[in-house]
């Protein structure tokens, strides 16, 4: 019985889960994305900060999360469209304590382990000439507010997006697990371009940790609870503490 139901699990994230089309598009729709965070990293190329000022980072708050919820509109389209609901991608729901509890004790070693992949690999790389986002992090309370929301958009629709869909489509298209990990981990990673060369690569080791995680777990439930706790640590927590 066991092994039946582990099989069903496997056989189901193996499955397509849109169409090649809106694969396509999406793919295209993040192509754009990048390009036009990368334009604004370069276009004040004599500062040193990827803005001139703090002021306005409300309505970009906003607008960060209308993006992120954008995306996981048009990727729900796409598990429509292929006869998958974002349920059966993201995991069954918490239906008990028991299991939020399991989920959180997943995400609290791996997020402390994906904290340490990253500074090992800054470490590595060393310093690197982009522009600083720093000023962009949130620093009042209706800022944190907004960032705490942007945090957990990110974490629900990113996870949807690249584990969910992007992984299980290279899943599908390759039979391979490992290939799909890299595939989704490097677009992950060259979607942020716009923060430099050096970050390009630390978030994409990190990606790929956040793919071998969903693969692991058959779910993106840690990972989504990982990625959103990782966002507010490193744009108002961390601060604090250092």
Not at 16 to 41: D, E, N, Y
């Amino acid at each position: 019985m066991a092994t039946d139901a582990s099989r069903s699990v496997n056989e189901t994230s193996r499955r397509q889960v849109a169409p090649w089309w809106h694969t396509w598009l999406l793919l295209l729709i993040l192509l754009a994305v990048t390009l036009f965070g990368m334009w604004s990293q370069h276009r004040n190329r004599s500062d040193s900060a990827i803005a001139s000022s703090h002021s306005g980072v409300v309505p970009l708050y906003v607008s960060l999360v209308l993006m992120e919820w954008a995306l996981f509109a048009f990727v729900r389209f796409g598990f429509r469209r292929g006869g998958t609901t974002v349920g059966e991608v993201v995991g069954e729901k918490w239906s008990h304590g028991k299991s939020i509890v399991r989920d959180v004790a997943i995400a609290i070693p791996f997020w402390i382990a994906w904290e340490a992949a990253g500074r090992v690999t800054h470490f590595i790389l060393g310093p690197d000439q982009a522009k600083k986002i720093d000023i962009l992090l949130p620093q009042t309370i209706l800022e944190i507010l907004l960032w705490v929301g942007v945090s957990i958009s990110a974490g629900i629709c990113e996870e949807i997006v690249y584990r969910g869909y992007l992984q299980r489509q290279f899943l599908a298209l390759t039979g391979s697990p490992i290939i799909s990990v890299l595939a989704q981990g490097i677009i992950f990673g060259v979607g942020h371009a716009y923060q430099g060369a050096k970050q390009v690569v630390v978030i994409t080791v990190l990606g790929l940790l956040y793919g071998l995680l969903a693969w692991w777990r058959k779910n993106l439930r840690p990972g989504i609870v990982a990625h959103a706790w990782s966002d507010i640590f490193g744009g108002w927590i961390e601060r604090l503490i250092t």
